[in-house]
C-alpha cells in the first residue's frame, strides 16, 4: 500500500467532489459502490462550492476530516493556483481535478488525462482508427487534459481547438506551447467554425457542457459534420446517449461517452487514495444505475 496515501487503516475518511453546480455528478455513487465492495469505511459526497467560497473550503479539508476530494467545473484551473503540492502533471495541464492530503498539505493532480486516454486507446485499438488530427471543442480545464493527453501520443497529432471564447483557446494554446513536440501543432479558433474542420478530423471530442441535462438534446456542432472511419467523443456522460453522440452514430462514426472516462479517472484518484485498485466493474453498474434511476 502507499505510506503516502490518504488511506488510514479502518478508520472513516471523507472524500468528495467539488463544482457548482453539482447535483448532477455520479461520482459519490460509483466511489461509495467502490468502498463498499472493498469493505472500507469511508465515505464520499458532493458539494456545491460557489467560486468566492473555494479557497474557504479547502482550506478546511483537514479539520473536516477529508482525505481528498476531486474537483469539476468551474474550478479546475482555480484550485491549481490553491495547492501546495501541483503534481507535474497538473502544471503541465494548467488544472487539477483530484486533491490529496498529505502530511496537512494539499496535493493537486489531473487525472483526467489518463482516464480521457484509455477509452480513447480503447476506441482506437477495437476499431482500427488512427488518429493524425483532432478537433476538440471548448477550451476549459477539462479540454486541457484532453490535448495534453493527445500531445503525448506517439504519432504527431494535429489538433484543431475551437471555443465560443476563441481568446481562451489562444490562452491554453500558449499555456501548452512548451509541452507541443516536434511535428505537432495547436490551432485555435471559433467554436462557430466547427463544421469546417470536422471533415478532416479523425477524432472530434466534445469537452464543453453543451447536451448535458437540463440542456440536453443540444449538440456543439451540427449533425452532418461526421463521417465512417471517425472517432466522436463527448466527455458529457448525463445522459450517457446524447445529441451529439446520436448524430454521430447515425452518420457511422465510432462513439464514445462520457461514462469511461469517468470511470478511469475515478480509479486513479481511488488508487491516489488507498493505495488500492478501484473494482471498476462494480463503479460502473453503480455509475449507470444512478443515471438510470435518478
Not at 44 to 50: G, K, L, N, T
Not at 73 to 94: C, D, M, N, S, Y
Not at 272 to 284: C, D, H, K, L, Q
Amino acid at each position: 500500500m502507499n505510506s503516502n496515501s490518504a488511506d488510514r487503516g479502518t478508520r472513516p475518511v471523507r472524500f468528495g467532489v467539488i463544482g457548482h453546480p453539482i447535483a448532477h455528478s455520479l461520482s459519490p455513487a460509483l466511489h461509495n459502490a467502490a468502498f463498499r465492495a472493498l469493505g472500507m469505511a469511508r465515505t464520499y459526497e458532493a458539494f456545491d462550492v460557489a467560486p468566492a467560497s473555494l479557497e474557504t473550503f479547502l482550506r478546511g479539508l483537514a479539520a473536516g476530516g477529508f482525505g481528498g476530494i476531486n474537483v469539476t467545473l468551474p474550478h479546475k484551473e482555480a484550485v491549481l493556483r490553491l495547492v501546495e503540492r501541483p503534481t507535474e502533471r497538473a502544471i503541465a495541464v494548467g488544472a487539477v481535478n483530484t486533491v490529496t492530503l498529505l502530511d496537512g498539505e494539499l496535493e493537486g493532480d489531473n487525472t483526467d488525462v489518463n482516464g480521457f486516454l484509455a477509452p480513447l486507446h480503447e476506441a482506437m485499438s477495437r476499431h482500427g482508427v488512427r488518429v493524425r488530427e483532432a478537433l476538440v471543442l471548448g477550451a476549459g480545464g477539462a479540454a486541457r487534459a484532453v490535448v495534453y493527453g493527445l500531445l503525448l501520443s506517439p504519432v504527431p497529432v494535429r489538433i484543431v481547438l475551437l471555443s465560443r471564447r476563441p481568446e481562451q483557446a489562444r490562452a491554453l494554446t500558449d499555456s501548452l506551447a512548451l509541452t507541443v513536440p516536434e511535428g505537432e501543432a495547436i490551432h485555435p479558433g471559433r467554436l462557430d467554425d466547427a463544421a469546417r474542420y470536422a471533415a478532416s478530423a479523425d477524432l472530434i471530442v466534445n469537452t464543453t457542457p453543451l447536451g448535458m441535462v437540463p440542456g440536453d438534446g443540444v449538440s456543439p456542432c451540427p449533425p452532418d459534420v461526421f463521417r465512417p472511419g471517425q472517432i466522436a467523443y463527448d466527455l458529457v456522460y448525463r445522459p450517457r446517449q446524447t445529441r451529439f453522440l446520436l448524430d454521430a452514430r447515425a452518420r457511422g462514426a465510432v462513439t464514445v461517452g462520457g461514462l469511461p472516462m469517468l470511470v478511469e479517472q475515478a480509479a486513479a484518484a481511488f488508487s491516489r487514495w488507498t493505495g488500492s485498485e478501484m473494482p471498476r466493474e462494480v463503479a460502473r453498474r453503480a455509475a449507470e444505475n444512478a443515471l438510470d434511476h435518478p
